[in-house]
Structures are given as C-alpha cells and as structure tokens.
C-alpha cells in the first residue's frame, strides 16, 4: 500500500513520519575565537545564499551557532550536552546537510563528561590525585535508576557561574592528569579518549555516530600559512600552538580524511598575519571569498541531491489531496505523540471507560447509533483516552479493515475552525470513498459542507454494507473550534446524530455539551447515556501530570517545571520565551524565536544576555532542554513549529508572565512586527521617497515582498490581537496580496473563517465589503481560485469606500494585468455592494432604552428601562466589557465624548466617567429636578432638566460657567454644533433657543406649534431637525431658524430623532419599531427599516456615517447606512445629461464589427454607446418614448439603429451623436433589425409580423412583406434574410428583392434559435426536439441533421466550418458542419446554456448560462480555459472578433458588464469589406449578370417575362421559322437577364441588338410607372450613401 494510502487509513504504524521537513539545519562546530570570520559569513553569507536558491521550494535554512552573540568563551559541560542533543535533532531534520565543521589550528576546550560508569569513575579517581574529593563532590549517582554516575548540576544560574570559575578548571586538570596516566593502558569504556577530547571532537564524533557515512557531513580544514616561522609575532589566540597540539590536530584532519566522503572534505589555507584573521586584508578576503563558494556550492549539491533522493510523494496530485494528506499527517503525528505519551500509563489502560466505548463501537457495527461524546475538564486525559481508543479499535473490531480519520480541533490552522475542518475531513472522506474531492457543483459555505458530509457519511455506510471498511472519526477538542457567528447553521449542526452500521463518531470535549453551539436535537441526542460519557467519576490521574511529575494535578506541575527552569537559567529569558509562545497561536520556528530574542543590536556582536531577556542559538538550545517536557515540536505549513504541549500549559504560561492586557498587547505587536517587518520597510522607503527627491526612483521592494502561509495562518491574528486595527486592514483582510495567498495555499473556506473571526471582534465597513464580497463568491471561488480578482473588481469596482477598498481593486486589476494564460478580467462593475440591509444584531436582556456609540465605534454604551446603570458593550461579540454604576437613580440621558462618558438621571447628578479608566471622574449635582438632557464638547459640558434651567460647566472641574432660566418649561434636548460654539435647547414651551457658548447669549429663537420632545443639529450646523408632541417633524435651517420642510410619512409615534453625517439624512425611530430615514433637502422619505418588535427608542450613526444604531426593546440592531443606498433612485435618464448610465434593465445590446464600440439599449427609453476598450460610456443618446427592444450595429461602424415598443425605429449617426433619421413605418413594437453588410440597408421586423426593407439615410421603404416572424437575420452576403417566431416549428428563408423565391424549413418542434454561417452558404436551427439541422441557403435543402443533446437546444454560433451548439442540459456540443460529426462536448456550467459566441478565427468559444457564469472554451482541444462568474443569469453575449472584449447582457440587470479576456489566444481576423451599392434604386433588382452598356443605367428590380410577352412584344424583329423551333419547355416565366440571353440565340447578330435594346427601354418605362421619383440623396457627415458617379451624369446627358 502506499504512503498516501496509509495517510488517508491512519495506519499510522504502517505509515513512516511524513511529510520530511524541508529545512536545512546544519550545526556549525568550530572552536570559537579561531574561526569568528568564518562563522560569519556562514551566517551572513552562504546561509541566505542557500535560501534564495532553493526558496521556490520553500526549503528554510538554519545555521545553528552556538558562539554566536556569546560573551562565555567555552561552554559549560550541560551546554555541550544539550549541543550534542541540538546535534541529533539536526540530523533528523536536516535535508542534505547537518553538521558543519570547522578544523584550525586550536583544540578549543576540553569536553567535560556528565555521565560516566561506575567503572570509568573508579578509573580516573585511581589515576588522578583528587585531595580535595572533587569528583566525588561533582558526580554523584543518578535517580531513580542508578548505575552510571552523573555531573551534578548547581541549581541556580548564578552557581553554575560560579562552579564554572571555581571547579571547572580543576576537573579538567584532574582529567588531564588521568588521560596520561592512562595513555599507555587502554582504561575501561572509552578511557582514556573520552576524557581528553575537545568539546570540537566530542561534537564530530557525535554527528558521526548519527549519520551512516558522513555523507551529510561537511569538513573545512584551515591552515595558516607560515605559522610556524613566524611563531613569535603570534596573538594571543595561538599562544599555545606547539607540537602537540599540531599532532593532536593532524590526528583529528586525519580522523575527518578517514571517516568523510573526500568531496565533502576541504583543505584551504590562509593567509597569516600578526593579527591572525584580518578581514580587511585582500589576501584574507580572497580566502574568505573561496570559503564561502567552496561552502555555498557544496551545501547546494548536497541538498538538491537529497531532494532529487527523497521527492515528495504527493507531486503531480492535486491541491486538495495534498491539503488533505498534509492535514491528515499533521494530526497522525500529534496522535503518535500521545501514544507515547500514555505508553506507561497502566491506570489508563485499565480504566472502565474504555470498556464502556469498546461497547460502544461492537454495537455500532451491529445497528443505527448517534454519536459517542466524552466530556472531562480540560487536562484530564480525554486526548490519551481518544488516542489509546483509535488504537485498539482495530482489535475491537474484526473482520473488517478500519479507516481511521483523526483530527484534533485547534491543533492547526486547518482545525481551528468548525467550517475549515468539516471540509477538510469531507474531502478526507471523498478520497477514501473514491468520489470528487470538489463536486461539480461545490460550494464551501457552511449549509453545503454539512449537507455534504451527512451525504458522504450515507455513502460510506452504504460502502460498509457493500462489504467497505469500518471508518472511524475522532474529532478531540469541540470546544477549542472558534465558535464564528453563522446565520445560516449552527456551528456545530454538521454532527450527526444518528449513524448508520460501520461509520463510528467519537468526540471529546472540555464544555459541556449543554453549553456547545448544537442544535436542541442535537442536545437532546447527547444527553441519552449512549451517547455521553464523562470523565468525571474517572479517578486515575491525568497521564500528562503523571508525565511530568507524578502529581495529580497538571497546573502544579507545570508551574514547577517553570521553577526549575527559572532557577537554572533566569526568570527573565524564561518570561521572555513563555510569553512569546504563550501569544503564539499555532507555535514559532526557532529562526522567529531568535530573531524575537536577539539583541537589537545582534549584527555588531552585542551578546544576548539571559539576565535581559536574550537569547541566542546556546541558550535556545538550553531553553529547550530544560523546558522540554512542556514543549512539543510539529511540522505543520512547511516549518518546523514550537509550541505548548497542551493547552493548560500556555494558560498557565499566560496567567505567570502576561500580567496585563496591555503586556499582552505589546507581545502580539511584537509578533505582528516580525512578520510584517518587510512590508514596514517598503513603508517606510516609499514615504521617504515620496517626502524627499521627485525624481528619486521608486522602490521595487514591494515587488520581492510576497504573503506566505505563515502571514496567512498566524500574523494576521497578531495585528488582531495587539489592537491595530488600520494595519490589520491594510496588511491582510483588505489586502489583495493576502486575500490571495489564503485562498491558493489554503481555501476560501479558510479565509472566510479568517473573515469572520476578525468580524468578532471589529466592526468596520471596509471589512464588511470585503467580508460579504468573500461570502458571495464563496461558490465560484470554490470552484475556480482564479476568480478571486475577477469577484472584487465585479462586486467593488463601483464602489466609493475610500482609498483602501480603491487599492484592493486596483490590486486585482493588478494581479490580473501580470496574469499570463488566458483570464477573463472585468472591467466595469455591475453589482450592487454586497451589504446586507442588517449587519449586527446584539440581543441585551435586560432591554434597551439608550444608546451611544463609543468614539471608536467598536463599543456602544447601553442604557435599559429603569437602569440607574449604563453598560459598555463590544459590538460584535456581544458581550458586555463594564458596568457604570454610580446614580441612584434611573438614567435619563447619555452621551460620548472622545475620552468620556456623560449620563444623567433621576437623582438630579450628572457624572462623568474616563472611558479609558472606567472611573469616575467627576459627579455634578447642580439641578434640583431630574436631569432630562446632557451635551459636551472637549472642554464644556451642558445639562438641561426638568427645573427648566440650562447649566453649563467645565468638563474637567465641573465648575459652573453659567446657568440659563430663559425656558417656561422643562429643557427636554440639548444640542451643541460641531464647531462648539452654539448650544440649542428645546422645550415643552415650544420655543428651541440658540445660546453663543462663549457668553451664554441668546443668538436666536424658534417657536414651534407643539412642546418640543427632541432636537438633532446636522454636523454642518445648517439643519436643525425636531419632533414635538404633535407627532411632527420640523426641519429648520439653524442659522435663520426658517421652516424647511415639515417631514411626512411616518406612520406612528416618533420616539428617537437624529440626523447623519453626511448632512442629508434624517433617521426617526417610530413606536412601532420602525426606523424612516428621509432625504432632509427634498423632505422625500427614501427607505424605511423594519427589525424592531418595539419601539425604537435611540438612534444615532457610527463617525464615518457607514452604520446606524436602532435601540428598541431587548435588542440593538446596526444597520448598513452608506450614502449611496439612500440616494440612489431609479427613474427616467435626464434630457439634459449628455451620458447618463441607464436606470432600468438593460433589454438588448449590440458590439461593432471592429470590437472597439458598443451599444445598449433600455427599458428607461435610452441608448448608450460605450468605448469598450476604455470601458467608458461615450454618449447617452435620447429620443425614443418607450422601451428599447433592439439595436443594431452597421458593419462600417458610422451609425446604429435602435428599435422600441413606441413603434419607431432610429438611425444615430456616431460622430455627432444625433438622429440620422426615424423609421415610422411600423404599426406594433419592433421585435427585430438587422443592417446589411453594405450598410445601406434596414431590415426590421414588429410583433404584428411585418417585415420593412429601408434605406438607412433616409427611412425610405424598399419593400414591405407580411412574413409573421419577429426574429430575423441577414446574410453577409446580403442575398437572403432568415427569420422566425416564438413558438413555430419552422423557419422561413427568404432571397431579397425576389417574392418568389421563398423556402420554409421545420423541426418536429418548436424551433428555438437559429444562426448563419459567415460565408453565407447555410443555416443552422435548433429546437426543443434536441436536434440542430444545417440548411443550404440556396434552396432550403437539408444538409445535415445534429443529434447528441439530451434537452432542448437553446443557442447556436456558428462559422464555415464549426458549430457550437447549447442546450438546457447544461452541456455545448462542437460540430463539424461538413460531416455532421460531434467533435467535442464541452462540460463545466451548472445550469442551461442561454448564449453561445465563436471567435473570428475558429479557435474559441465564449457561453453564457442560466448559472451565471462566462466560460472560454478551447474548441481545438475542447476543454474551457477561464471561467468567470456574473452574479447573475447571463441573457446574452455579444464580443470582438478575437474575443477580446465581451459584452455581458444579464437577466434584470441595467449595469453592463464589460469584460476583457486576457491574453487571448484567438487571433485577429479584420472584418470583411462588402462595396456598398450606389443607388437606391439600384437596390430594387436581384443584382443579375446584366450586360452593362455605356451610359445606361442598370436595372436592380427583378421584373419577369413569360415567353409569349416575349414573342408579342419582339416578334416581328423574328422569323417564323424562329418562332416555330420554340416547344412547350420554353413556355415558362424567365428573368430580364435570361431575356437579354435568349435574344441573340433566337435572333441574328443585327437583330439582337436592336431587339435588346427595345426591350430594354420597356422594361424601363415600367419601372417608371410603379416607382417614386428618384429624390437626391442626403449630404451630411453620417450620410452612409455616396453620391453618383460619372456614369450616372453621362447616361443622363445621353437621355436628354
């Protein structure tokens, strides 16, 4: 079976770890003063080298330096131990590479062992003089198991230094000592070797123990060149360079030589100097320079040969089957962990919950079942209790093979989310089942993923009945899904709650169920004892605890491994690390670790201190050793990721090192920064190239700047969590660069998921557009990624929402300019903002009397009925932050400032509270009646009451300015403009006064007919809007206190007023839970609100006007508020507009035969022309009083036509805009037109089935014909005309100028859609009989007969050699027209095929569909090659010849969409020129083969003679003889052109030619008789007919 299988099985036994990190970790050994340049430019260097080779990959390169930003010149022994460990898990990671070495001319430090045997220790204490009892004081017996004797490590940082100094030295003496005493005898084990070695040594030899061959193994031996002759000018580095350390050090290359492949050993020397490695030396930098190439080069090999080894198995599969198998994996490793983890735990294995679920999964082989839910508090082993169950379920259950599919929720990025997870596991499931891991029509929107794993659950127990394998689910962790607002399901709906035999559901949770977002049946469900078990009873203690230390409690001992840690290294570098991985979601790489940790100032060699929080590769190392049974090491998005064993242990992590909020902020900052550090760097250089020079060149930064799966899956929750909410929208949600990367590395499931987890939290219209724009394209993006771009120019391209939204479009556009295959990109947009009417909705139970937005918009301040208490609220979550407790009394009225909070009520005070604080800063109790209304500004702040008096004080002392008692009546409202300079009050006197702030004047006052309730200022200070007693609403201008308007239109009380920002606005909140919004300059009411089941009792709008708050009842409802949804109304085009886009639904549309404009038409009476390669509308042309019906382009682009329902017919000629002529001819609305290829001539059809043939230029009728059809077409080569009608099972082909020559052909049903071929020579019909049928023009007969659709034939494009047929089911059929043979079926819309188009040169195809999508079909290899999705039901299309511009017609719409296909492959073909005809009544005659004679005009109109006109008339220039030879065949009715042939076979020479010209002049005066005078033609810049040439002047010279 192979490795995917095994996957997709979870046999994890079976199944190697998988997938092989793709890292390059190589340890770098060297001795650390001698090689410091080296190690540099490793670091520098060849490390980013590397990286940038093999980044297409994505391979991550790690260089591991234990002595770099290290001021301890040798490690102590424990550190040498933990490198060694460092070491090993190098090579079992690294890719090509793992260990570097590093060979001078010093030994480095001696190696300290930590452990030693019993007999090794009784060695070297008999071989070494040890008076002082040193070894007997550092080594001491191991515990618990004993036999081997270890060093004993000081358990506190500042005693490890202090033994390095004091008794380090001397234990390595004392070894030293017993090495030469034990030189000539081979002491016991590895004595005496393991006692002299240098820690350099014991690292190799290590590294060479973990690899086979020394193949991933790199050895550079260095010499300086002539050391030792200049041995007295050494430093002090080689001070003890001698003989013995030379030979040591040729025992140790000699050593390497031996045991290392020769290619991955290299021998360079250096230049030497007094100063040892002089890096400012030319000599030495061409050393350098060839160390780092030798280095650079090599790891490339070594590396690219390890992939090329090792490629990954799951190349060539698709995108979700990698997903899968990626996902799959990841978990299957976190189970293998836990396995390990509970390997000792008997008291597990014993427990009787596991004898319960055993019962359990026998039974649900044998029948129905629901679900098995195990519920414990969080660390009490429900994951070792899943694990060891998916274990032995194998055994439990025979004769079947088991399939198991594990996920543990909130693990990774992929789990984290309830909709993410469910469609990973459906797509698991479809590759074990064999069926689509994308169905056709699939969606990744949450009612469809459940629908669609219950269908695949039903087909898996099918498979089981059907002899399949058992499949198990264990899903841990419920309660770790992040529970997003859905309105469409539950969150957790998808979980069934009955199973059928052989499909086993088995869950774990930390909530209860009762508490889970289920639905009630399925809480009903999981209450039944079959279905719930609980750990509770369970008294074994929590295996991790056990892990640890035995305890019994997992907090505790934590906490001491916490002590521990911090008693050995320091609190602040374990606080440091704690805090950081404790902030991080999904874990850190140990490069983001460092580069976290590292000093500011890192690259100068500033050493990390672990007394500041600093850390580099040596304490990392130590970090993770001592902090390693807590931490867990996972692959996961191609990185090698640290994170938390569990999740008790960042709780613990976060309640120990994050004290405050803000601490935890600042962490999160920091973590958002390091991802995010390139894109502040193209910031920061673009301002200063924008601040400083002009001319300076722009930065390319942003162009090597790109969004990985880490930005995706973790930084941007960073920017979430630190409170910046400008950068979070600016580097990631409304980013289009983000938006992208989510959707290809992951899935747009995921990125809605992200979408609605930041909508949590947030409230914000440019997140809303973007949010609502996700979840409407949710199905086409599904399906086609690549539709990304095309979504958010069609949905936003319209939109005016400021630069950020601007930018997101722009960035489509330009993703899609940089696209290099075909791609179809919008270029106008056509749909409406995606914003629901309602977009939050928060239930308070206690009710809702006030409400206040707060400054920043993310919190509103509530006040219920009766409250003495205002509450703060977070919007989005719906969770109340604070209460205001401080009246006495209920609260009357609110109000928000920037920083404060005013409310005043019942107990006659007035208090201000610091929002920021949530304090008290101030209560004022001046009134001596209860206070009804309060105003502030930055400095000022003004109460009114019932005692009818006005007081105004300082904010900040609450020092009384000044009172007004101007009022008879209780002051109700209070208003201060946005300047802060005017204070209003209204009253129960009915007067509204406007008091000067400065001096406490009256400025101006204004009666009103009823008390005044409440008053609203407009932010501009020009309306003043009241509601009185009397149920009216006054609106008045403010500064002369003159009536406006008397607003109308509310039908019930009004109980809250207010007036928007955008200074047009007025919202009134009615008692019948009603919010009327009207445009306060026309005193129209524009929209009415319905949402409340009470009365709306306080309205106001967000800062930047973008929602409207409605309070009412127990509920506060925000409402979508933009400007453009109240002033937009539908209506007539304006005569005065010159362009004006249409109003109304688009009814028919037209492209020029160049591709460059187009023309629509309206049920708003209007036609526009559009540019279509600017995709500007050109002008808006007026005139016709009724619906557009159709329109028409003239083949040379001069004019179009446009027929209506008000029975006209025009002519505009496109230069200037105007009406050329108007065709009044017709009786009913006109169904159809066409204009000949020579662009003389109309051809029109109406619904009462007439038929007019007229000129262009001058509306005069050629012919008229009753033809019963309403659909028509003309041929290009303007011979005949193909028309039709609704309903009829026939089609009638008629030649022009000829009555005679007219061909029905039928189907057996109705014929549907017709099309000609460009060559002219047949045509095509379609009907609801499934078939098409091919025409010869020429007489009507059938050529062939088209059958392969299984539903009626909808649509049809055709050319000379290819037809493309569509059908309603839903499938295109290419046809060959000469065989009749069916090419290719073209597959992929969801819905009826409604219009179908072919590009000039054969080799594409563009539909359109019921589904709303446009597809481009390759006819050559019969496969689609874009896709785009409209939105809406696509009516018809109509593009370019090479298809490069489409022009979308779509079902109700009156957008236009205009789309460009880039990168077409089709090629240009230049439309074909016909000669027009240069007389109108040349346009009469069938264009016969007529013997032109000089100065003669020809005849055009088909007149026709029987034989014996013939001999009646002409007779007398014949002989009898002549006459007698002529028999019954020729007795039949012949054209003047057969006439004018027959003369001379009849007649002689001399004779011919006097009787040809005889009846030529006949025929001439004939035609006179029956037709008009000729009338001069028209001379104007659109005339579209030239005038006569000289022969027309010459033939009438001739005739006078």
């Known amino acids: 079976m192979e490795l995917a299988q095994k996957i997709l099985n979870g046999q994890h036994k079976e199944a190697p770890p998988w997938p092989v990190p793709l890292i390059l970790k190589a340890f770098v050994a060297s001795t650390g003063a001698d090689f410091e340049e080296e190690r540099r430019s490793l670091l520098e260097q060849v490390g980013p080298e590397v990286q940038s080779e093999f980044d297409s990959v994505g391979l991550e390169v790690q260089l591991v330096d234990t002595y770099y930003c290290n001021s301890e010149a040798a490690p102590d022994p424990w550190s040498c131990d933990q490198f060694l460990d460092e070491i090993s898990r190098c090579s079992r990671v690294s890719r090509g590479c793992f260990f570097l070495v590093l060979v001078g001319e010093t030994l480095g430090e001696q190696h300290v062992p930590t452990r030693l045997a019993p ?120 001070k003890h360079f001698n003989t013995a350390t030379c030979d040591r050090l040729n025992v140790i290359r000699k050593f390497i030589e031996a045991n290392l492949p020769a290619e991955n050993v290299f021998k360079i020397s250096a230049p030497w100097c007094s100063r040892g490695a002089d890096p400012d030396d030319e000599a030495f930098e061409k050393y350098l320079n060839l160390f780092r190439d030798t280095l650079t080069a090599r790891l490339q090999e070594l590396v690219s040969g390890d992939l090329d080894n090792q490629p990954d198995p799951l190349n060539g599969r698709s995108k979700a089957t990698q997903d899968v198998l990626h996902e799959a994996s990841c978990h299957l490793s976190i189970w293998r962990q836990h396995l390990a983890q509970i390997e000792h735990a008997t008291e597990l294995r014993q427990s009787p919950l596991l004898a319960q679920i055993k019962g359990h999964l026998e039974a649900a082989v044998r029948e129905r079942h629901g679900p098995l839910l195990v519920h414990g508090s969080l660390g009490s082993g429900k994951s070792c209790v899943l694990s060891s169950v998916t274990q032995e379920a194998s055994k439990w259950l025979h004769g079947r093979p088991l399939t198991r599919i594990v996920r543990f929720s909130g693990a990774t990025p992929r789990s984290a989310y309830g909709l993410e997870l469910l469609r990973n596991v459906c797509q698991h499931l479809s590759l074990i089942l064999g069926v689509d891991t994308i169905p056709k029509d699939c969606s990744f929107d949450p009612l469809y993923v459940n629908n669609w794993f219950g269908t695949l659950v039903r087909r898996a127990g099918e498979a089981w009945q059907d002899g399949g394998s058992t499949v198990l689910f264990v899903i841990d962790d419920l309660h770790r899904l992040q529970p997003l607002d859905s309105d469409i399901v539950a969150p957790l709906s998808w979980l069934p709650v009955s199973l059928p035999p052989g499909i086993i559901v088995l869950a774990a949770t930390s909530t209860h169920p009762e508490h889970l977002k ?69 874990g850190l790489t140990e490069m983001e670790l460092l580069e976290l940790m ?51 242990m960042a709780e613990v992590a976060r309640s120990r090192y994050i004290s405050s909020t803000e601490k935890a902020k600042s962490t999160h900052m920091e973590l958002a920064n390091l991802f995010f550090s390139e894109f502040q760097q193209e910031e920061s250089q673009k301002s200063q190239s924008e601040g400083g020079d002009k001319a300076a060149p722009e930065t390319m930064l942003g162009e090597d700047v790109t969004y990985s799966v880490r930005h995706v899956e973790e930084a941007w929750l960073h920017l979430l969590k630190a409170g910046d909410p400008e950068r979070l929208k600016k580097l990631t949600v409304c980013n ?108 308070v139970p206690a009710g809702v009397k006030l409400a206040q937005p707060s400054a920043t918009g993310q919190h509103v301040v509530l006040v219920g ?93 609450g020092e009384v300015k000044g009172r007004i008692d101007h009022h008879r009546g209780p002051v109700t409202s209070l208003a201060i403009t946005s300047s802060g300079d005017v204070l209003i009050s209204g ?114 709008t967000s800062k930047d006007d973008n929602f409207l708050i409605s309070a009412g009842g127990n509920k506060i409802t925000f409402w979508s508020f933009r400007p453009e949804d109240e002033c937009h109304t539908e209506g007539a085009v304006s005569p005065k507009a010159k362009k004006q886009q249409h109003s109304a639904a688009i009814t028919c549309a037209a492209i020029s035969r160049d591709g460059v404009l187009a023309v629509t038409g309206s049920q708003d009476c209007s036609v526009n022309v559009w540019q279509l390669h600017s995709h500007d509308l050109q002008c808006t042309l007026l005139g016709h009083s009724a619906p557009i019906t159709c329109v028409a382009f003239s083949p040379n682009g001069l004019f179009a036509v446009s027929g209506a329902e008000d029975h006209t017919a025009r002519v505009w000629g496109l230069t200037l805009s105007v009406v050329v ?110 078939s098409l049928k091919v025409w010869q023009l020429a007489g009507g007969k059938l050529a062939q007969v088209l059958v392969g659709h299984t539903d009626h034939v909808t649509c049809i494009a055709a050319n000379k050699d290819l037809v493309v047929s569509g059908s309603r089911d839903a499938n295109l059929i290419v046809w060959d027209i000469k065989t009749g043979s069916d090419l290719h079926t073209l597959t992929s819309h969801l819905s009826y095929v409604t219009c179908v188009q072919i590009s000039a040169d054969g080799t594409l195809a563009v539909s359109g569909s019921e589904d709303r999508s446009l597809v481009v079909w390759d006819l050559m290899l019969g496969r689609a090659r874009c896709t785009l999705s409209l939105n809406l039901p696509v009516v018809a299309l109509h593009m370019s010849c090479d298809a490069a511009r489409i022009m979308v017609q779509l079902l109700d719409c009156s957008r236009l969409p205009i789309v460009c296909l880039h990168n077409t492959p089709a090629a240009f073909v230049p439309p074909v020129n016909y000669a027009p005809v240069k007389e109108p009544e040349d346009l009469r005659s069938s264009g016969g083969a007529v013997p032109k004679r000089p100065m003669r005009r020809l005849l055009k109109k088909e007149v026709s003679l029987d034989t014996y006109t013939w001999q009646k008339k002409y007779g007398h220039l014949t002989s009898k003889a002549m006459f007698a030879a002529i028999d019954e065949r020729l007795k039949r009715r012949f054209s003047v052109s057969a006439s004018m042939e027959e003369i001379p076979q009849t007649v002689g020479p001399e004779q011919a030619a006097l009787a040809q010209s005889q009846h030529f002049e006949d025929l001439e005066a004939l035609w006179n008789k029956k037709s008009p005078p000729r009338r001069r033609q028209m001379v104007k810049q659109n005339s579209l007919i030239s005038r006569r040439e000289s022969s027309d002047g010459g033939m009438s010279d001739e005739k006078e």
């Open 119 to 238: 007999d090794e220790l009784r060695a070297i204490r008999a071989a070494c003089d040890d008076d002082e009892g040193l070894l007997a004081a550092s080594y001491v017996e191991e515990q618990p198991t004993g036999g081997h004797f270890v060093l004993q490590q000081p358990p506190r940082r500042q005693e490890v230094l202090e033994w390095i100094e004091r008794d380090l030295p001397k234990l390595r003496q004392l070894f030293k000592k017993a090495a030469q005493r034990l030189a000539g005898n081979k002491g016991p084990g590895r004595l005496p070797d393991l006692i002299t070695r240098s820690v350099v040594e014991a690292q190799l030899q290590h590294a060479l123990a973990e690899s086979q061959n020394g193949a991933n193994i790199i050895a550079v031996l260095r010499k300086w060149d002539n050391l030792r002759e200049s041995s007295s000018e050494r430093c002090e580095l080689f």
């Open 865 to 957: 009925p009766g409250s003495s208490e205002a509450q703060l609220w977070h919007v989005m979550s719906g969770t109340m932050v604070y209460s205001f407790a401080g009246h006495t009394g209920p609260i009357h009225c609110v109000t928000v400032t920037a920083q404060e909070l005013l409310t005043g009520g019942e107990d006659l005070s007035v208090i201000i509270w610091d929002l920021k604080t949530k304090m008290q800063r101030l209560k004022m109790t001046e009134h001596i009646a209860p206070v009804l209304s309060v105003a502030a500004t930055a400095t000022l702040v003004a109460s009114s009451g019932e005692d009818s008096t006005v007081i105004v004080a300082q904010i900040t002392t």
């Open 518 to 586: 289920f639905t009630p049946l399925q809480k009903e469900r999981l209450r039944a004892a079959d279905c719930y078990l609980s750990l509770a009873n369970d008294k074994a203690p929590p295996p991790l605890a056990v892990a640890l230390n035995g305890g019994e409690h997992i907090e505790k001992a934590v906490c001491q491994v916490f002590d521990d840690a911090e008693s050995v290294l320091g609190r602040a570098i374990i606080e440091r690390f704690s805090s950081l991985l404790a902030c991080a979601e999904f």
């Open 598 to 648: 590292l000093p500011a100032s890192h690259a100068n060699g500033t050493p990390a201190l672990m007394e500041e929080g600093h850390c580099n590769f040596a304490s990392l190392c130590a970090l993770r050793s001592i902090l390693g049974p807590l931490l867990r090491e996972i692959y996961l998005s191609g990185k090698l990721l640290l994170r938390w064993r569990h999740v008790s």
């Open 1221 to 1330: 002529c108007c065709f009044v001819g017709h009786q009913g609305t006109i169904s159809d037109m066409a204009v000949t290829s020579d662009s003389r001539r109309v051809v029109s059809s109406d619904r009462h089935g007439l038929m007019y043939v007229w000129l262009a230029d001058s509306g005069q009728v050629m012919q008229k014909f009753s033809i019963l059809g309403q659909w028509l077409s003309v041929s290009n080569s303007m011979k005949n005309v193909v028309f039709s009608s609704p309903g009829e099972n026939c089609l009638r082909i008629w030649t022009m100028g000829r009555d005679d020559e007219r061909f029905t052909v039928s189907h057996s049903e109705e014929i549907t859609c017709f099309a000609l071929t460009n060559d002219s020579q047949h045509v095509i019909t379609g009907s609801k009989d499934m």
């Open 736 to 843: 289009f660069d983000f938006l992208l990367a989510a959707v290809q590395t992951v899935s747009v499931s995921f990125l809605r998921c992200v979408l609605e987890h930041v909508r949590c939290y947030l409230l914000d219209s440019h997140l809303e557009l973007v949010y609502y724009t996700i979840r409407k394209s949710c199905d086409t993006i599904t399906r086609d990624p690549l539709q990304l771009a095309a979504q958010i120019i069609s949905w936003l391209a319209n939109e005016r929402h400021g630069t950020l939204i601007k930018s997101l479009v722009t960035s489509a556009m330009a993703w899609c300019d940089g696209y290099s295959e075909p791609l179809l990109v919008p270029l106008t947009g056509w749909l409406q903002a995606p914003l629901p009417s309602q977009i939050k909705s928060v239930t």
């Open 987 to 1100: 009253s129960t006197d009915s007067t509204i006064c406007l008091w000067s702030l400065d001096d406490l004047t009256l400025l101006n006052s204004v009666s009103l007919a009823s008390p005044v309730k409440m008053i609203s200022v407009s932010p501009d200070s020009v309306f003043l809007l009241a509601a009185c007693d009397n149920n009216q609403l006054y609106l008045h201008a403010l500064a002369t206190g003159s009536e406006v308007h008397c607003l109308r239109g509310h039908k019930a009380d009004v109980q809250s007023i207010s007036v928007a920002r955008d200074n047009c606005r007025a919202i009134v909140g009615g008692s019948d839970g009603r919010v009327y919004t009207f445009d306060m300059k026309s005193g129209r009411l524009i929209r009415i609100l319905a949402g409340h089941g009470s009365a709306v009792t306080s309205l106001c």
